[in-house]
């Protein structure tokens, strides 16, 4: 395995979706060399009331993947992205996986955020929990997949391990509230320390989201962090660090519990 070059994109997406996409290839042009791009949740297109998501629901080849697609081949890279999807009558809030021929995976989320006065679910149709993990594989690394509330609940990160993951990426709109901040930051970190893997989180820039999108490495500690404002960061990440960590904390190997879906 050969060093990973990881760029990551912190914005606050407004409803018009041509702006976010000027505002992304500007972005795109702040990285250097990067192999792996992480995007928050809901790049294409977001409205803080759930009653309009319908409007902003694009198809899997509509033109926020398009676009994602022509960054793709430009750099040579593989851009992670979460949007809402049109599937007929439904819509789903997925990450795609995107590289220089288009669409190479996806992740429907499943634990959809009917949680803290939102419902989620009102508009969106979950994954099916049954599903295969989405792994991508970029440079020589295996990388997972999650989004945002799938956070707080481990299993999920668990089971891209045992996928075969060692870095798992997580797009997500992280808003504001009560310690929520508190909330992300111990999540993130766990989700690090208890897989000994490293963990790249996308959040929303202020105002729809905490900021605080950060880079954690196998044994918790972080890489980088940004503040809430919008920001770009580029990041090289070590392959070495995986094997080096599981080495001095064994604790995938003494597990003594699996994960399957309810």
Request: net charge negative.
């Amino acid at each position: 395995m050969e060093n990973l070059n990881v760029g990551l994109v912190q914005f606050s997406p407004s409803h018009d979706a041509a702006e976010n996409r000027d505002l992304l290839r500007d972005a795109f042009l702040q990285f250097d060399d990067v192999d792996l791009v992480v995007l928050p949740e809901y790049s294409a297109w977001f409205h803080a009331d759930t009653a309009f998501w319908r409007d902003g629901a694009e198809t899997i080849d509509g033109p926020f993947v398009t676009f994602l697609a022509e960054q793709a081949r430009a750099r040579s890279a593989t851009i992670l992205a979460g949007l809402l999807v049109s599937n007929g009558d439904n819509i789903t809030n997925t990450v795609v996986a995107v590289a220089a021929d288009g669409v190479i995976g996806r992740y429907d989320k499943v634990h959809l955020y009917d949680a803290f006065g939102v419902l989620e679910s009102a508009v969106v149709t979950a994954g099916d929990p049954a599903e295969s993990p989405l792994i991508v594989e970029t440079n020589g690394w295996s990388v997972g997949v999650q989004t945002c509330y799938d956070l707080r609940f481990p299993e999920v990160s668990r089971r891209l391990v045992d996928a075969g993951a060692t870095l798992i990426a997580v797009p997500a709109d992280w808003v504001p509230g009560p310690r929520k901040s508190e909330h992300w930051r111990t999540l993130v970190r766990a989700r690090a320390i208890e897989n000994v893997a490293w963990v790249v989180a996308a959040n929303h820039a202020g105002p729809s989201g905490i900021g605080e999108s950060m880079i954690v490495d196998p044994s918790g500690d972080v890489v980088i962090e940004a503040a809430g404002d919008e920001i770009v960061m580029e990041v090289v990440l070590d392959p070495d660090a995986v094997p080096a960590a599981r080495r001095t904390n064994p604790a995938l190997r003494n597990r003594r519990y699996g994960v399957s879906p309810l």
